[in-house]
């Protein structure tokens, strides 16, 4: 399960096959996204470093090629941080990254499925980030529960979920009906029931993830939503980002999509058009993703 942490369910589409991916060819992809939204972890890594102060061991629970890992690394440099993905590529990236930034002398990683694999841990985390990693498993409520066994007592699971869709493009993109980012969301929102129904051991949950902490054993200590805002015009960083969204949505549910919104998509998708978000000078990023923590008492 290698989830790096994106902003938007489509973003993520290719996580969910897990059958026919090279994670070789998508590591450099899903690390390029991660650096493009260190800004916003950067202020959840110093709240959270508010909340639990001077962990031993910080877990990265889906930690892809290990962005965040080494986010965490940097946020608490007396502790030692493993990054927890089922993708041995995405593991090795990490560990290269880790090197490149000098923190490889207390960076580990773990091969495996979650959230068994978490029981390989040499004892247990004082924080334990999941981000975005938890809607890939069938059983949230369970996997929540062996998260929380796997924390020490007074030790912190930061959650990851929830947020609101990326916008990228004004309502109104000078062609076509307005709203296609809105109608967008729509399609993507009936492919992720689809999708979490489809995993294996699929349990159907309220999304009340403070009531699921607590059902875990956990006490509930806090929730607050970071934002990215890259506004127009937007970086070249930025700008790839949202022209690599746009064709993943495009072959993700093009085909739902009427001839019109159809239309109106490949046309922002054309490199040689001068209105494609190729070009555009309107194009921006504003993404808004929610933390959870709480805390181990028992």
Do not use: I
């Not at 493009?36 to 090629?65: I, N």
């Not at 875990?216 to 690599?244: E, I, N, W």
């Amino acid at each position: 399960m290698a989830h790096e942490n994106h902003q938007h369910h489509q973003h993520q589409a290719h996580h969910h096959d897990h059958t026919d991916l090279d994670w070789a060819e998508m590591g450099p992809v899903l690390e390029a996204e991660a650096e493009l939204f260190t800004p916003m972890y950067e202020h959840a890594m110093a709240w959270l470093a508010k909340r639990q102060t001077e962990p031993g061991l910080v877990v990265d629970v889906g930690s892809g090629p290990g962005v965040v890992s080494c986010l965490l690394a940097d946020t608490f440099p007396g502790a030692r941080v493993v990054a927890v993905d089922g993708s041995a590529p995405l593991l090795e990236r990490a560990r290269a990254r880790a090197e490149r930034l000098g923190v490889a002398d207390r960076f580990g990683t773990l091969a495996g499925e979650l959230p068994d694999v978490l029981g390989d841990l040499d004892y247990p985390a004082d924080l334990l980030w999941a981000g975005r990693s938890l809607h890939h498993l069938g059983d949230q409520r369970a996997a929540l529960t062996a998260f929380a066994a796997r924390l020490t007592h007074g030790g912190t699971l930061a959650l990851q979920e929830g947020g609101l869709p990326a916008r990228f493009l004004p309502r109104d993109v000078g062609f076509g009906r307005p709203g296609l980012q809105a109608r967008l969301d729509a399609l993507e929102a009936e492919w992720f029931a689809v999708m979490r129904a489809d995993l294996p051991g699929s349990v159907t949950e309220t999304e009340d993830w403070p009531a699921l902490l607590t059902a875990a054993g956990l006490r509930p200590t806090g929730t607050r939503t970071f934002l990215l805002d890259l506004p127009a015009p937007t970086t070249d960083r930025a700008r790839a980002h949202v022209v690599a969204s746009l064709t993943r949505t495009r072959e993700g549910v093009g085909d739902r999509l009427d001839a019109d919104d159809r239309a109106t998509l490949d046309r922002l998708l054309d490199p040689d058009d001068k209105a494609s978000v190729h070009h555009r000078p309107d194009v921006f990023m504003l993404a808004a993703q929610t933390v959870y923590t709480a805390v181990r008492t028992k």
